[in-house]
C-alpha cells in the first residue's frame, strides 16, 4: 500500500486517532514511515462511552510527552447513537482547549451533527483554533460558515458519487479551502467504490476535483497540497 501511494506521488499521510487502542499501531506506523506517516492524537466521538474521560486522560498524557500533527478525530456523532450526546459535546470542548493550548490543528468528525459542531467552533473565533471539517458533505451555507471560522473543507471520495450532490456546492468553493483525503479505508472513489480504500486513490479524488473546477489536475494537486501543508505546519 505505501509503495503504491509512492508511485501515485503522495508524500505525506496524515493519520487520525480513533481511541487509546489505536495509538500503540499509529505510533508504531509512523515510526516505520519517518518523513511519511504522522499520526494525530485525540478520542473520536463514536467511541465516546462511559469510560470517555478515562480515554481523555489517556490524550491528554501522550500530549505532555511529545507532538502530534494534530488532534483528532474528535467531533460529533449523532448518526449511529445519541446515548452520549452530552459526554460528546464535553469531549469535544477539552480537544479543542487542547488543541488551543498545543497550538496544533484540530481535525473534525462531523455526521448529522455538521452544524451543531460549527456552532461549538465559532465559541472559539480569535483564539488561533485551526483545523479541518474532515469528510465534508453539507450545505453550501455550512461549507461558507466553515471557511468563514478559519477552517478548511476536507474533501475525499464522495465527491466522485453520482448523486451525492457535494460537486454541486464545492464548484463554488475556491481551491484555497479545500484539502484532500481518503478516509481510508472508508469512501473509496468510483471506480474502486465498495472496495478497501487506500491513500494511492487520492488522485482520483483530484481528477473528479479538477474537472468540476476545470482546472488542470496539476492546479488542483499544488493548491490542495499547499493547503495541508499550511495547516499541519509547526
Not at 23 to 44: I, R
Not at 190 to 195: F, M, S
Request: proline fraction near 3%; charged fraction near 25%.
Amino acid at each position: 500500500m505505501m509503495e503504491r501511494a509512492g508511485a501515485a506521488g503522495i508524500s505525506k499521510i496524515y493519520m487520525p486517532a480513533i481511541d487509546s487502542a489505536s495509538f500503540d499501531d499509529l505510533l508504531h506506523t509512523e515510526k516505520q514511515f519517518p518523513n511519511t506517516c504522522f499520526a494525530m492524537v485525540g478520542l473520536h466521538p463514536c467511541y465516546v462511552k462511559e469510560n470517555y474521560q478515562e480515554e481523555l486522560d489517556k490524550v491528554q498524557a501522550w500530549l505532555k510527552q511529545r507532538s502530534f500533527a494534530a488532534i483528532g478525530e474528535c467531533g460529533l456523532d449523532f448518526y449511529w447513537d445519541k446515548t452520549y450526546v452530552k459526554e460528546q459535546n464535553i469531549a469535544l470542548e477539552q480537544q479543542i482547549a487542547w488543541a488551543i493550548e498545543y497550538k496544533r490543528p484540530i481535525v473534525l468528525h462531523t455526521r448529522n451533527a455538521t452544524r451543531e459542531t460549527i456552532e461549538v467552533v465559532a465559541k472559539y473565533r480569535n483564539t488561533g483554533l485551526r483545523g479541518i471539517f474532515h469528510c465534508f458533505g453539507g450545505t453550501l451555507q455550512e461549507a461558507n460558515d466553515i471557511i468563514e471560522l478559519g477552517f478548511l473543507l476536507g474533501i475525499g471520495g464522495v465527491l466522485t458519487y453520482k448523486n451525492a450532490g457535494l460537486d454541486q456546492v464545492i464548484r463554488e468553493i475556491d481551491l484555497k479551502h479545500i484539502v484532500l483525503e481518503t478516509d481510508a479505508p472508508y469512501l473509496t472513489p468510483v471506480p474502486h467504490r465498495g472496495k478497501r480504500n487506500e491513500p494511492a486513490y487520492l488522485n482520483l479524488v483530484a481528477e473528479k476535483l479538477a474537472e468540476i473546477k476545470e482546472i488542470d489536475l496539476e492546479e488542483v494537486a499544488r493548491v490542495t497540497s499547499g493547503n495541508a501543508e499550511n495547516v499541519f505546519k509547526n
